[in-house]
């Protein structure tokens, strides 16, 4: 197949070119970006938390002592 520039091809051919582009491009986008279940996903976010070190404030403590600055 020879490559044509976009000077030499015909109205038709670009339309369809651009159509063509346009429409790989909108499947690049409708396309799920994680396949996984929502359970797959929810297993992998609890496999992967680690627990707090002793003594860290709580999540309410830090909220606390922003607010009383």
């Known amino acids: 197949m020879t490559v044509k520039g976009i000077s030499d091809m015909s109205r038709d051919e670009l ?9 790989q491009r909108m499947q690049m986008w ?28 709580s999540v309410v403590e830090l909220l606390r002592e922003d607010r009383d600055r």
């Open 15 to 23: 339309q369809a070119l651009i159509e063509r582009t346009v429409d």
């Open 30 to 57: 409708l396309k799920p970006a994680d396949t996984r279940s929502v359970k797959e996903i929810v297993e992998s976010t609890k496999h992967l938390r680690k627990p707090p070190r002793p003594g860290t404030p």
